[in-house]
């Protein structure tokens, strides 16, 4: 293996997963860390957070997809620097060589300057958040059972989701969902049918990387589940149990809620800020990196970039941070790889094919943007649920969602409505 050209991938999201599997059957020894030993499933993350699906369902052990892959080793750890001259990644339990690199290290949530609002608002960001999400949900049914002060009690089964974007809109309605469908017999007190779940959105409409048409019919099926949406709207403050907004019109207003969730922001890990430091590499406000065509860093034809932390313009517009886009930097960065030190070619341009966005917004509902054609309702949601299990890691993963799924359509129940304490919560 020594005498073959070495890669290192950093990050097993869905960039350096798409990477790694391109590398499979060549002659190429393949490192892949990750400071989790699996790769998240992270559009359907919020089907944990919501009782829909068990963590299990969507993580699978990155050991276990490369298992059969003998140039692809694994490894679980947390980078901290690279020398781009030596040609050394650096990590928490040691060092790698490289000929070559691959950072798909991901985004976090971005809270703009309030960090200390991600204790009360966690983000859909791993597993451990989302199922502290769920604990808080369910718990504050739970208190509401307890709470004879009716005012208590409607504060109780009021939940704030921030951020109006396609995870913001999906945690949102399915929250209303679960309220109306699932819980409505598991209480004596409380009247789950009695909950408000508010999202709060800043710009002027929901969904705003969507056609304006598909944003309205978004907002016209959250509204008949019974979410509130209100856009224009700025958070000023977030605490345990309250959020204070102030409208388009400066007026403020404190909301009393059980839980408060965050989806309106993301920014780059900071390894980004480490390859400057090293290579020099121009960062954009987001803190994405400006790469090469080919995805490299100028100067630095053996490190490339993928994903959520890359700066690329297409028809005049950066890429957005979605799983299609990572999935497609990360097989051309492998391909580029493979060019360079294999075949001693020159690697190729990047080109990103767009097959167009979705969001799924509750039962039997989604909107679709294709490009060539725009869908809502059942159709976008039939379509919605078919390219999400095709995109799910492994046949065990796939059958156990689908059926889930089913079992959750025809009966309306969510049998994973446990609660957990956060500090184990990655047991559940």
């Avoid at 650096?90 to 609002?117: Q, S």
């Avoid at 990360?330 to 990047?350: D, M, V």
């Amino acid at each position: 293996m020594t005498d073959q050209p070495r890669v290192v991938i950093v990050g097993g999201g869905f960039g350096g997963l798409y990477a790694a599997k391109a590398f499979r059957k060549q002659a190429v020894h393949v490192t892949l860390i990750d400071k989790q030993n699996y790769h998240l499933f992270l559009p359907l993350l919020y089907q944990v957070a919501i009782a829909g699906l068990s963590p299990a369902d969507i993580a699978t052990p990155l050991r276990e997809i490369f298992n059969r892959d003998k140039n692809i080793r694994t490894i679980m750890g947390t980078v901290t620097d690279v020398d781009p001259e030596r040609k050394l990644v650096y990590y928490n339990r040691g060092e790698l060589p490289y000929d070559a690199l691959i950072v798909a290290t991901g985004a976090v949530y971005h809270y703009f300057g309030n960090d200390t609002w991600a204790y009360h608002a966690p983000g859909m960001d791993g597993l451990e958040s989302a199922l502290e999400i769920r604990r808080q949900i369910l718990d504050a049914y739970e208190q509401a059972e307890q709470e004879s002060d009716p005012v208590r009690q409607a504060a109780l089964m009021t939940f704030v989701v921030v951020g109006a974007g396609p995870t913001g809109v999906e945690l949102a309605g399915a929250i209303a969902e679960m309220a109306r469908h699932t819980l409505t017999e598991d209480f004596r007190i409380a009247n789950p049918n009695q909950t408000r779940v508010i999202l709060v959105e800043m710009l002027d409409r929901v969904l705003p990387p969507f056609p304006v048409e598909l944003s309205h019919k978004a907002q016209q099926s959250l509204a008949e589940l019974g979410v509130t949406v209100r856009t224009n709207t700025k958070v000023l403050h977030i605490a345990e149990d309250h959020v204070v907004v102030e409208s388009k019109d400066q007026e403020k207003e404190t909301i009393h809620c059980a839980a408060t969730m965050w989806a309106a922001g993301v920014k780059t890990s900071g390894l980004t800020k480490v390859l400057q430091e090293r290579t020099g590499v121009q960062l954009d406000r987001a803190g994405r990196v400006h790469v090469a065509p080919d995805l490299s860093i100028p100067n630095y034809p053996d490190i490339f970039v993928v994903g959520d932390i890359v700066h690329f313009e297409k028809d005049g517009k950066v890429l957005p941070g979605l799983a299609p886009v990572a999935m497609q930097q990360g097989e051309h960065a492998a391909a580029a790889c493979l060019c360079r030190f294999i075949h001693g070619q020159p690697s190729l341009a990047f080109h990103y094919q767009d097959r167009g966005m979705m969001a799924t917004i509750g039962r039997a509902s989604a909107v679709a943007d294709l490009r060539l054609v725009k869908l809502s309702g059942l159709p976008a949601w039939l379509i919605w649920l078919f390219i999400h299990l095709m995109y799910l890691v492994g046949f065990r993963n796939r059958l156990i969602v689908f059926l889930q799924w089913t079992w959750n359509y025809f009966t309306f129940r969510r049998g994973v409505r446990l609660i957990v304490d956060r500090r184990v919560g990655a047991r559940d």
